[in-house]
């Protein structure tokens, strides 16, 4: 599901940041003293082999997959004794966690718990009964914010994923800004320069912009050469999104109309899209380099000042400290010239009124799931609970395990971010106290949350309201089983990427658009319709 192509670039460095900070928690409010054991009902303690000694810790496992587990941490000892556990490891690496669990699994050596496998993966770990069942009224009452985090992506019933004949056998793991990331951003500079006083709204508006990035020297050399806007052509999904988007059609993914699903590169919108970038290329507004253009080139020639327009990740278009820290295309570009800026919005209108540009579905993958010997210790799996929540919402156990103790080793700054106390400014001196960022349940990444720690307190509604401007179109059936399409979509997607590649630059008339679209059915296309169509049926109707 997940895109590929100079995306994925930025995915990476996300998923990166997403392991230094995924220690988030939130267990607030929570009447659990340091010594209790937090309550259960009188059926579940009777089931708990470890309720025969209440006043003893519960021993409870964790997978190390980074070598970043340190077991007398501050955030470690905080956590053993507000819930009163004993915290264990698995030592694997992130590529080994498969090849250990299946071994593991092989001799019945079922672990507590395991992170995240495919969907493909999850339907098979169900068909070896290995898998608990988690009741849905357990999560609610144990994990409720975690719940609610959930529901803000995925609507009030953020468990159809993972559901399974009306079961559930994981608690749902999702990458939140994954669903509205991508947005499109003009150089408000050049617009000023060229005498354009308003971000584009439309897409004659925008083609109006790009006419001028192109043809009235916005960078002011005297040169022509600057372009309208670049792209990546190795990734159909996010090639030019929005002018696909203007037209209600979105190449590559499964959406549904009126209770059909369809796919956008056989829609009509699509050759409308196609007519308008083919006149585009025509006209020299799109860099020409496009179809060969890699992660690597499409950012080189953003930071060279080579185009005025780009979709992207709209923390890019802000500064670093925004949002997720470090230096961003914002900063880069502000360095080189004082009078630039971003002008960003989620998308430009078509003719009717439609606009929007592809994201990712953020279930990325099945989420977290239970040993099935845990259906018969509901105490445990209940702790387990409440250390996910603890840790990835709560915020006291949150900063404890990535920064210490508030007061000890960091304070807020005057700009509301993590500020570390000397000694514990330097970072060997930070490993030496145990200090190292470590996520309990390797999921669960609430970035609302989780960077209130790293921007600045007077950027923070500027993060939220550029963030509120993006769309949500997303593949509804990444997360399900497909293996019709599983089999037939790199045919299809290859087939399609070179035909409109080919549309765009006027290799092939879009007079044989009809024939595209025949010749994609007669490929497997009007079989993967037809499953994808059962799947929606079958789990989300």
Not at 377 to 398: C, H, L
Request: proline share 5%.
């Amino acid at each position: 599901m997940k895109k590929k192509g100079w995306l994925s670039l930025l995915l990476s460095v996300v998923l990166t940041a997403t392991l230094l900070s995924a220690c988030g928690g939130n267990n607030n409010g929570s009447t659990t003293s340091p010594s209790a054991s937090p309550s259960a009902s009188p059926s579940e303690s009777a089931a708990s082999s470890e309720s025969a000694s209440p006043d003893a810790p519960m021993k409870l496992t964790f997978w190390d997959l980074d070598g970043t587990a340190v077991k007398d941490s501050p955030g470690i000892v905080a956590l053993q004794q507000k819930l009163n556990i004993e915290v264990d490891y698995i030592s694997t690496t992130r590529e080994a966690m498969k090849e250990k669990l299946n071994l593991m699994l092989a001799s019945n050596d079922i672990p507590d718990w395991w992170k995240e496998p495919s969907f493909p993966d999850y339907d098979k770990l169900l068909q070896q009964s290995v898998a608990a069942e988690i009741p849905q009224e357990l999560i609610e009452q144990h994990m409720p914010k975690y719940v609610s985090w959930l529901k803000r992506y995925l609507g009030d019933d953020p468990f159809q994923y993972v559901r399974r004949d009306g079961k559930i056998y994981a608690l749902p793991v999702i990458w939140d800004i994954g669903i509205d990331g991508v947005q499109l951003a003009f150089r408000e500079d050049w617009l000023k320069k060229v005498g354009i006083t308003k971000t584009p709204e439309t897409l004659e508006e925008m083609e109006e912009a790009l006419t001028r990035f192109r043809n009235d020297d916005p960078d002011g050399n005297n040169q022509k050469d600057t372009y309208g806007i670049t792209s990546s052509g190795d990734n159909i999904e996010s090639m030019m999104s929005s002018v696909f988007g203007a037209f209600d059609a979105y190449p590559n993914i499964f959406r549904v109309k009126d209770g059909k699903v369809v796919r956008g590169e056989i829609e009509p919108g699509a050759k409308q899209a196609l007519e308008v970038l083919n006149r585009w290329y025509k006209n020299e507004l799109i860099d020409p380099e496009f179809v060969v253009n890699k992660g690597n080139n499409v950012e080189d020639k953003v930071l060279g000042g080579r185009v005025g327009a780009i979709e992207y990740y709209w923390w890019a278009f802000l500064p670093g400290s925004a949002f997720l820290g470090g230096e961003q295309w914002y900063d880069k570009l502000k360095s080189q010239n004082p009078d630039f800026s971003f002008a960003i919005t989620g998308g430009v209108k078509g003719p009717d009124g439609k606009w929007g540009i592809s994201q990712y579905n953020p279930a990325f993958a099945s989420g977290v799931m239970f040993g099935k010997q845990l259906e018969q210790n509901p105490e445990k799996m209940i702790r387990y609970m409440q250390v996910f929540e603890a840790t990835q919402f709560d915020p006291d156990s949150y900063a404890a395990l990535n920064f210490g103790i508030e007061g000890t080793h960091w304070k807020r700054s005057d700009k509301g971010t993590v500020e570390f106390i000397p000694p514990y400014d330097n970072e060997d001196e930070r490993k030496k106290a145990g200090i190292v960022a470590y996520s309990m349940a390797g999921s669960f990444n609430d970035y609302d949350f989780q960077t209130s720690y790293t921007s600045d307190e007077s950027l923070r509604q500027l993060a939220k309201d550029t963030r509120a401007q993006g769309s949500r179109e997303i593949d509804i059936l990444a997360p399900f089983s497909k293996p019709i399409y599983n089999e037939t979509q790199d045919k299809l997607k290859q087939f399609t990427l070179t035909t409109f590649i080919d549309f765009i630059t006027g290799r092939k008339s879009l007079n044989e658009f009809d024939s595209f679209v025949a010749e994609w059915r007669k490929m497997g296309g009007d079989k993967v319709l037809e499953e994808a169509q059962q799947i929606y049926d079958q789990y989300l109707k």
